[in-house]
């Protein structure tokens, strides 16, 4: 079936930092997804991106977070500067459209943060 | 606000049981609900979602009913395979909402 791929699989980094997460969505997609899983808890919505826009976010969504898909490229999440608390697994998904449909997920980046 | 309950943390048996995973959900609005499933290392993958009230769906084995009285969407199986042992998520989305609203996942481990 389609595929989400992430890149990389695990980001170590220390506190401070730069990090870009990278998300291949399926190709016929539309609707792209960031979501948010910090160790033992349930995964949380952060964005979603339509159009070139942020479409909705949630207040997981810091300023220190933004997404963009260039040039119909990867569909990236960016914190600059990252914060211990940001360490999570990151899933990316991506629909063909809204309405009840299915959203596609990727295998999820694990980031630390030291 | 919208929220999703999944009781069980952890959800162990033997080959060939039935299963039955418990989900609830508190929405003011109309919603679809779902059904993932993660094994290890893998992608969530879409495993069930909801008809209309009170019609049954279907997919490799398992089964779920929406009950709009109940606020529930059980996820069931009649007999279990080796195969099925996994993270299993209840999420909602509220209609045109973009949002999934996950629980906090079901682990089930099957045995022989």
């Known amino acids: 079936g389609p595929k989400v791929l992430q890149i990389p699989s695990h980001q170590i980094i220390d506190m401070g930092q730069m990090v870009t997460l990278n998300c291949d969505p399926v190709s016929n997609h539309l609707y792209f997804y960031w979501y948010k899983q910090i160790l033992g808890q349930q995964m949380e919505f952060l964005v979603n991106f339509y159009n070139g826009k942020v479409m909705e976010k949630s207040k997981l969504f810091k300023d220190q977070f933004s997404v963009e898909r260039p040039d119909g490229s990867y569909f990236t999440l960016k914190i600059q500067p990252t914060a211990l608390e940001d360490s999570a697994v990151y899933f990316c998904a991506s629909s063909r459209r809204l309405g009840g449909v299915e959203q596609y997920f990727g295998p999820g980046t694990r980031l630390t943060v030291l | 606000g919208d929220s999703v309950t999944q009781t069980e943390g952890l959800v162990t048996l033997t080959e060939g049981l039935p299963v039955m995973l418990n989900c609830t959900y508190q929405t003011a609005y109309s919603t679809f609900l779902f059904w993932y499933v993660q094994h290890l290392n893998e992608a969530p993958k879409l495993l069930l979602k909801?008809?209309?009230?009170?019609k049954r769906t279907e997919h490799q084995g398992f089964h779920a009913t929406l009950h709009k009285s109940s606020s529930s969407f059980h996820l069931q199986k009649s007999s279990a395979q080796l195969s099925d042992s996994a993270l299993y998520y209840c999420a909602l989305r509220y209609q045109g909402g973009r949002a999934l609203i996950f629980g906090t996942g079901t682990t089930v481990s099957v045995s022989p």
């Open positions: 909801s008809s209309t009230d009170n």
